[in-house]
């Protein structure tokens, strides 16, 4: 009998974040949207060992609708007598979600497959909550060849932990610079080149400070694209970055001859705090002395949908965003040509993070078969555009890079999003280890006291101590 990569034996039908999770209210009004071939559906996870395959989803209860509408049909006509029920669980970012879905595995409702972003990867493994595709990838490596041809190695290796993976991904964000078109025509700024440094977007900041009546500059508080790309740009980073050993099962195979995947591992290895280092400490320190010098605004908390829709209505000339803006721009009213991006500055490296996701199947899973046979059919152009329907985020299929895509979202510079991957091998994805979830809670309060008090290595010591706790419990 085959088993699986932890040793448990395939079921007939095979297809936390820490721990303390408290119940939560937004999932007792998760929806479920069925797909049947009779039209029913059911509001509850879990796998029943049944047909039924439950999908969580992060986004409304509309995002679900959409993804089944878009990637259901086929998948049934497979897979006759099957019933796809997608789970919306809409939370403010992905920390409010994988809260959610710890509360939905705590209280015996997990569903069979779940939505995983890079920050929640660790955190699903190490509970040993996530199942490892090792043996299933392995097993139909002759399909499988065409999709990773097309996937750069960095968003497989970033779906890895401890030599194994647990995500497909469909999609993913770098952190790139966004600009308002209309501000630099306004204020007679040009484009940035590709290799532009930290004293080039100053000079572009003070410019537009003085001419345009804009913010020069606007963030959010979050991981994923805030004073966090200052600080990888600066070669630095909250916990120290290495590898996993392992992986050669996944190179040997699948990257035998691309050179992007020389070097690789079983994934990132978040080792020792490094928060109150010098180089991190500076980069959160000119957050500050640029609000000082008012070359921008105190940043949001949250998700980025206020930053967004300031940055359309031409009230921000700069800010941080991946492939998901362009199509959040085009739905707030923003021409293609009237917002742009180019690669993130360089500091003492030009350095980009990112973070990509997919989904991942549940070990709690009776239907480990079937949801196997739901992530494979992900990786398809057809159902990957389906996913990514309106440039909402960047597919991980590089031949689905093209300027068709891009000509009703825009932007012009369209080549930057996956350009990044190739361009800057040293592009990293952000810092997640399994205590991500206690970690970004913290990092949050940092920040703010940081502006606040306009004390950034005061925070950060702070935030060192609390982070040297949180991976001590984790390894004990």
């Given at each position: 009998m085959?088993?699986t990569?932890?040793?448990?034996p395939?079921?007939?039908s095979?297809?936390?974040?820490?721990?303390?999770v408290g119940?939560?209210?937004?999932?007792?009004?998760?929806?479920?949207?069925g797909?049947t071939?009779?039209?029913?559906s059911?509001?509850s996870?879990?796998s029943?060992?049944s047909n039924?395959l439950t999908?969580?989803?992060?986004?409304?209860?509309?995002a679900a609708?959409?993804?089944?509408?878009?990637v259901g049909?086929a998948?049934?006509q497979?897979h006759?007598?099957?019933?796809l029920?997608?789970?919306?669980?809409?939370?403010?970012?992905?920390?409010d979600?994988?809260?959610?879905?710890?509360?939905?595995i705590?209280?015996?409702?997990p569903p069979?497959l779940?939505?995983?972003a890079?920050?929640?990867?660790?955190?699903?493994?190490a509970k040993?909550?996530a199942?490892?595709?090792?043996?299933?990838?392995?097993?139909?490596?002759?399909s499988?060849?065409?999709?990773f041809?097309d996937?750069?190695?960095?968003?497989?290796?970033?779906m890895?932990?401890?030599?194994?993976?647990?995500v497909?991904?469909?999609?993913?964000?770098?952190?790139?610079?966004?600009f308002?078109?209309?501000l630099?025509d306004?204020?007679?700024?040009?484009?940035?080149?590709?290799?532009w440094?930290?004293?080039?977007f100053?000079?572009?900041?003070?410019?537009?400070a003085?001419?345009?009546?804009?913010?020069?500059?606007?963030?959010?508080?979050?991981?994923?694209?805030?004073?966090?790309?200052?600080?990888?740009?600066?070669?630095a980073n909250?916990?120290?970055?290495?590898?996993?050993?392992?992986?050669s099962?996944?190179?040997?195979?699948?990257?035998?001859?691309d050179?992007a995947?020389?070097?690789?591992?079983?994934?990132w290895?978040?080792?020792?705090?490094?928060?109150n280092?010098?180089?991190?400490?500076?980069?959160?320190?000119?957050?500050?002395?640029l609000?000082?010098?008012?070359?921008?605004a105190?940043?949001?908390?949250?998700?980025?949908?206020?930053?967004?829709?300031?940055?359309?209505?031409n009230?921000i000339a700069m800010?941080?965003?991946?492939?998901?803006w362009?199509?959040?721009?085009?739905?707030?009213?923003?021409?293609?040509?009237?917002?742009?991006?180019?690669y993130?500055?360089a500091?003492s490296?030009?350095?980009?993070?990112?973070?990509?996701a997919?989904y991942?199947?549940?070990?709690?899973?009776?239907n480990k078969?079937?949801?196997?046979?739901f992530?494979?059919s992900?990786?398809?152009p057809?159902?990957?555009?389906?996913?990514v329907a309106?440039?909402?985020?960047?597919?991980?299929r590089?031949s689905?890079?093209?300027?068709?895509?891009?000509?009703p979202t825009?932007?012009?510079?369209?080549?930057?999003?996956?350009?990044?991957?190739?361009?800057?091998?040293?592009?990293?994805p952000i810092p997640?280890?399994?205590?991500?979830?206690q970690?970004?809670?913290?990092?949050?309060?940092?920040?703010?006291?940081a502006?606040?008090?306009?004390?950034a290595?005061a925070a950060?010591?702070g935030?060192?101590?609390?982070?040297?706790g949180?991976?001590?419990?984790?390894s004990t």
């Amino acid at each position: 009998m085959r088993t699986t990569d932890d040793g448990t034996p395939y079921q007939i039908s095979r297809r936390g974040f820490l721990g303390g999770v408290g119940a939560t209210a937004g999932v007792a009004a998760a929806a479920a949207v069925g797909l049947t071939g009779c039209g029913g559906s059911s509001a509850s996870g879990g796998s029943s060992g049944s047909n039924t395959l439950t999908v969580a989803v992060n986004g409304t209860q509309s995002a679900a609708t959409a993804i089944s509408q878009a990637v259901g049909p086929a998948f049934k006509q497979a897979h006759p007598g099957v019933t796809l029920n997608f789970m919306a669980i809409n939370g403010t970012d992905w920390n409010d979600y994988f809260s959610k879905i710890l509360t939905l595995i705590a209280s015996g409702n997990p569903p069979d497959l779940t939505t995983v972003a890079t920050e929640g990867l660790q955190l699903f493994a190490a509970k040993g909550l996530a199942q490892p595709l090792n043996s299933y990838v392995m097993s139909d490596k002759a399909s499988l060849q065409e999709y990773f041809s097309d996937v750069h190695p960095v968003l497989i290796e970033s779906m890895m932990y401890q030599g194994n993976l647990y995500v497909l991904p469909t999609d993913f964000n770098a952190g790139n610079m966004y600009f308002s078109t209309e501000l630099l025509d306004k204020t007679g700024v040009s484009y940035p080149a590709d290799n532009w440094t930290k004293d080039d977007f100053h000079t572009m900041a003070e410019k537009w400070a003085g001419t345009s009546g804009a913010v020069a500059w606007d963030w959010v508080v979050r991981l994923w694209g805030s004073w966090t790309s200052w600080m990888y740009a600066n070669n630095a980073n909250l916990l120290t970055e290495g590898r996993w050993p392992g992986g050669s099962w996944m190179w040997d195979t699948f990257y035998k001859n691309d050179p992007a995947a020389q070097g690789r591992g079983g994934g990132w290895h978040w080792g020792a705090p490094t928060a109150n280092d010098t180089a991190t400490v500076d980069a959160l320190q000119y957050m500050i002395d640029l609000k000082n010098a008012k070359l921008s605004a105190p940043p949001d908390v949250g998700g980025g949908g206020t930053l967004q829709g300031l940055f359309a209505s031409n009230h921000i000339a700069m800010t941080i965003g991946g492939g998901f803006w362009a199509g959040g721009l085009h739905t707030a009213g923003m021409s293609p040509t009237a917002f742009d991006v180019q690669y993130f500055p360089a500091w003492s490296v030009q350095k980009h993070l990112l973070g990509d996701a997919g989904y991942a199947m549940l070990k709690s899973s009776k239907n480990k078969e079937m949801a196997w046979e739901f992530m494979k059919s992900l990786t398809a152009p057809a159902a990957l555009g389906a996913l990514v329907a309106g440039n909402t985020s960047t597919p991980t299929r590089r031949s689905m890079m093209t300027a068709s895509r891009y000509a009703p979202t825009g932007p012009a510079h369209w080549e930057v999003f996956y350009g990044t991957l190739d361009k800057f091998p040293n592009t990293t994805p952000i810092p997640a280890p399994p205590y991500y979830q206690q970690m970004a809670t913290a990092f949050s309060n940092a920040t703010t006291q940081a502006m606040s008090s306009g004390n950034a290595k005061a925070a950060l010591d702070g935030l060192q101590t609390q982070l040297e706790g949180f991976a001590s419990s984790s390894s004990t």
